[in-house]
C-alpha cells in the first residue's frame, strides 16, 4: 500500500518551485547583442526587447532572430506583454525564408483567453493545435485532435493568461513532441509526424531558429524579457501514445476487472475545417486490483513517459507548482534508464521510490484508484 498512499499524498500537497536548472540567459537586459533584426522596429527599453510598428507600419510579418545557436530538443521560458492589439508570436524551431521572415512553429501572443498559447505553423501549414488541444498528425499531414490537455472554459476561467500584463511561456520540445505551458497552465500537445520530403516548409520542424515576431497590419507594441534557453542533449526519438483513449490494446495486467476507459466529460465539436475530432476517454482504475497495468512490448532500455493522473472527486487548481491543475489534472514525468529512475510530479521532482516503474518497466498500480489520459512514450538516446 505504500505506492497508494504516496502517491495520492503527492497529488493533495504543495509542493516548492523548481530550480531553473541547467537553463541560460540568452537576453542581457541591455542591448540585442546576439539578437538581429530590422533596427526600425526592435530595440531595447527599460531593460526589455521591444518590437514596435506605431512609427513605422510593418507591411509583413517580421521578426528579431537569436543568432546564438539552433534549438532542436529543448526548454524555453520567457515573458511578454502585448500592450495593445494585433497579435506576436515566438517562433522556434524555424527558418529565415528570406531577410526576417521566418517559417516554422510559432506560440500565439494575443490579448484574447482561448486563443493566446495555441500553435501555428508560420508560412506553412498555417493554424496547428487549438488551446486545450492534443493533436496528433499522421506522416501524410492529417490532422487530428486525439485528447484534451485542459478543457478549453477550464482554463480561460483560471485565468491563464492576463490581458496587458507579464505573461510566461515554456517550452518544451522533444522529438516530434511539442507542449506550451503559459501561466504555468498546458494550452497544447502535439505529436508531429508529418514529412514531405519535396516540400519541407510544409512538415514538421524538426530544429531551427528562435525568433520574436512584430505582426503585419494595424500598429503594435510587444515586450519581451528572462529569456532562457536549456538545450536536452538526451537525444528524443519520435513519441507515440500508449493508450489510445478507447481501450486496453496495447497492455497487459492480470488486474483487468480493475480497470475500464471512462467517457470523456461533455461533448465536442469539430475544431476547425480540416481537422478530425477522434478524442476517446480516461484510462480509469477502480483501485481494486493487486498488480499492475504495463505496456505489452518493452519500451527500451531508456525512454520517458509523461501523462496526466487524476485522483477522483480532484478538482482543485494546483498550488505553488511551475505545473498548474486544471479540474484535478496533474502532470508526471517518468524517466528511465535501465534501473534509474526520475520521477516529477507537476514539475517538481519526486523521490523516484514512488515512480510507477517495476523493474525497469512502466506500469500503472491496480490497487490506485485513479483517471489517466494522454499516456505518451518518448525514446532516449535516439540519433536524429
Not at 541591455?30 to 522596429?41: A, I, N, S
Not at 515566438?90 to 495555441?118: C, D, H, P
Not at 498546458?186 to 520574436?212: F, M, W
Not at 476517454?281 to 512490448?297: E, F, I, M
Request: proline share 4%.
Amino acid at each position: 500500500m505504500r505506492y497508494l498512499f504516496c502517491a495520492v499524498a503527492l497529488l493533495a500537497a504543495p509542493a516548492a518551485r523548481a530550480a531553473d536548472d541547467g537553463f541560460v540567459t540568452i537576453f542581457d537586459g541591455k542591448t540585442l547583442e546576439g539578437w538581429d533584426g530590422d533596427p526600425r522596429h526592435w530595440s531595447v527599453v527599460d531593460g526589455v526587447i521591444r518590437g514596435d510598428s506605431s512609427k513605422n507600419r510593418a507591411r509583413g510579418n517580421t521578426f528579431v532572430i537569436w543568432r546564438g545557436g539552433t534549438l532542436k530538443d529543448f526548454e524555453l521560458k520567457l515573458e511578454y506583454k502585448l500592450h495593445g492589439g494585433n497579435n506576436s508570436g515566438v517562433q522556434y524551431r524555424s527558418k529565415e525564408i528570406s531577410k526576417w521572415v521566418m517559417n516554422g512553429y510559432q506560440a500565439e501572443v494575443q490579448n484574447l483567453l482561448g486563443k493566446t498559447g495555441f500553435l501555428y505553423h508560420e508560412r506553412g501549414r498555417g493554424w496547428l493545435v487549438d488551446v486545450g488541444d492534443f493533436m496528433e498528425i499522421s506522416r501524410e499531414g492529417a490532422k487530428v485532435v486525439v485528447g484534451e490537455v485542459a478543457r478549453l472554459d477550464a482554463v480561460k476561467r483560471a485565468p491563464y493568461h492576463k490581458d496587458k500584463d507579464w505573461n510566461a511561456y515554456h517550452f518544451i520540445v522533444r522529438g516530434n513532441h511539442v507542449i506550451h505551458y503559459l501561466g504555468g497552465y498546458q494550452t497544447i500537445e502535439l505529436i508531429d509526424y508529418h514529412v514531405d520530403r519535396k516540400n519541407p516548409l510544409r512538415a514538421r520542424c524538426e530544429s531551427g531558429l528562435l525568433a520574436l515576431q512584430i505582426h503585419a497590419g494595424s500598429p503594435m507594441t510587444v515586450d519581451f524579457r528572462n529569456i532562457k534557453i536549456k538545450h536536452l542533449r538526451e537525444g528524443y526519438g519520435e513519441a507515440r501514445r500508449l493508450f489510445n483513449g478507447k481501450d486496453l490494446t496495447g497492455w497487459k495486467t492480470y488486474d483487468r476487472a480493475a480497470w475500464t476507459v471512462k467517457p470523456l466529460e461533455g461533448a465536442r465539436t469539430n475544431p476547425r475545417g480540416g481537422t478530425t475530432l477522434d478524442i476517446g476517454g480516461v484510462l480509469t482504475c477502480t483501485g481494486r486490483g493487486r498488480n499492475y497495468l504495463s505496456p505489452d512490448k518493452p519500451l527500451g532500455r531508456t525512454y520517458l513517459v509523461r501523462y496526466q493522473i487524476r485522483a477522483p472527486g480532484d478538482t482543485a487548481t494546483g498550488g505553488a507548482t511551475p505545473f498548474k491543475k486544471v479540474k484535478g489534472w496533474s502532470t508526471c514525468e517518468v524517466a528511465v534508464d535501465g534501473r534509474n529512475v526520475t520521477y516529477t510530479l507537476d514539475g517538481v521532482k519526486r523521490n523516484s521510490r514512488y515512480a510507477p516503474v517495476v523493474r525497469g518497466t512502466f506500469a500503472l498500480p491496480s490497487r490506485m484508484r485513479a483517471e489517466y489520459r494522454n499516456i505518451v512514450v518518448i525514446p532516449v538516446g535516439v540519433t536524429r
